[in-house]
């Protein structure tokens, strides 16, 4: 591990330290050989105090014993009519993954139990179609569940539930996750899956507020496969009743887990119940972060070459944009001679792209030089002039628009960028 990547989970610890995480893993992840990782990474936030309840699916080994047993199952999820053959089949598979998932946790020097803190009634007549032993969630048994966490004994939670008299249900795992979660009160509800990902306009989003993930399931639910769709109707339900964050990701990759909690870039999708980001002006312990945040374009020639000498002695003209309290963008705006304003070093780190964080810091940089009094914003560039002028407003104008001592520099930096300007009123 780098120590820059130990800097990284540093920042992390305080808030996520005695806070309680669900995590919903379905049979897939279970089933990869990769899958033993996964608890290591479990056992890394066990050593941070983070709180972990896990809840499992089952549909890969019902659809596999069912092919043992020459039966066709009534359904794999939980969410369609499960008749008594599926619902024995489910039983067998379920407690089946949570033996294995005991023994995974042992093997990660971890304690945990399987609980039946599951209370289900059955899911009734739906559609004229008598649902049979499928069940919905009624309650949480939270005592049973806090009693373990309090002696830190990590919950088991398969996605079976029992009624007052004793009779079983299958339950869908997401929807158990979600009633988890909610109950008692998890900082954050995070789906693992086998594999895919939530397109939007060709790429993965890596933050969507409530409303943007309600407005787009609404337009593209039909474009989802049922497995993402269900995460994200789960996960947009645990944000609005009180869950902060609610997390998707490929479980079948390597350090999924570690990367999408430690990082700002992550590598799934999370979903978020407030507003979470801040734009501030930096400070000088920023410099590290600012250097580090714009070093790959600045090796590439996006952005023009910076000491950290530089930085620090101008860091009065740095702003950054925070998620969650991590450095995810940044911009410069530098007073320039006759009411004039350059807006540099702006960028946004790949992973937060395509979500208007860019068009944010140039509004920013806007405003903060109209109340400076400046009558002209200058932008300099060799490859985003495009941006500059669709998302900013920008005109492209000539060196002569430079005041002197800009100009010279200019001319001395041999970079030939274009000149944009944008004139305030």
Not at 358 to 376: F, P, V
């Amino acid at each position: 591990m780098k120590a820059s990547d130990l800097r990284g989970i540093l920042t992390y610890i305080p808030s996520f330290r005695d806070k309680l995480f669900v995590l919903s893993v379905d049979s897939a992840v279970l089933e990869d050989e990769r899958a033993a990782s996964l608890f290591l990474d479990i056992s890394v936030l066990r050593s941070l105090n983070i709180r972990v309840v896990l809840v499992h699916g089952a549909s890969a080994r019902i659809k596999k014993m069912a092919t043992e047993m020459k039966l066709k199952p009534t359904n794999l999820d939980g969410l369609g009519v499960t008749d008594e053959d599926t619902l024995k089949v489910s039983e067998r598979a379920a407690n089946s993954y949570s033996h294995d998932i005991l023994q995974s946790l042992a093997d990660a020097d971890l304690r945990g139990a399987v609980t039946n803190a599951i209370i289900a009634h059955p899911a009734g007549i739906l559609g004229g179609v008598d649902q049979q032993w499928t069940g919905r969630v009624e309650r949480v048994d939270t005592r049973f569940l806090e009693a373990l966490l309090e002696n830190g004994i990590i919950p088991v939670i398969p996605p079976m539930g029992v009624d007052g008299d004793g009779r079983t249900y299958r339950v869908n795992s997401d929807g158990v996750a979600l009633e988890v979660a909610e109950a008692l009160k998890a900082e954050k509800l995070i789906f693992l899956t086998g594999g895919g990902e939530l397109p939007m306009n060709g790429k993965k989003p890596a933050q969507l507020s409530v409303e943007e993930a309600s407005e787009w399931l609404k337009k593209k639910k039909g474009e989802l496969s049922g497995v993402m769709a269900s995460k994200l109707e789960h996960g947009l339900r645990a944000c609005r009743e009180g869950v902060s964050r609610a997390h998707i990701l490929n479980g079948l990759e390597d350090d999924a887990l570690l990367e999408e909690l430690f990082s700002s870039e992550g590598v799934g999708t999370m979903i978020y119940a407030d507003e979470y980001t801040e734009i501030r002006k930096a400070l000088k312990k920023d410099v590290r972060s600012i250097m580090r945040l714009i070093g790959n374009s600045v090796a590439s020639e996006e952005l023009v070459r910076r000491t950290r000498g530089e930085v620090a002695a101008a860091i009065g003209d740095y702003s950054v944009f925070e998620i969650d309290g991590n450095m995810v963008g940044c911009v410069a705006l530098h007073g320039l001679e006759g009411k004039t304003a350059e807006m540099g070093c702006l960028f946004v780190a790949s992973g937060h792209e395509n979500a208007g964080i860019g068009r944010k810091l140039m509004l920013y940089a806007e405003n903060r030089a109209k109340e400076m009094g400046m009558k002209r914003l200058l932008a300099l560039s060799t490859q985003a002039f495009n941006y500059l002028q669709s998302k900013g407003g920008f005109n492209e104008g000539t060196v002569d628009m430079l005041p002197a001592a800009r100009k010279t520099a200019y001319e001395a930096s041999g970079r030939n960028s274009k000149i944009l300007y944008k004139d305030l009123t």
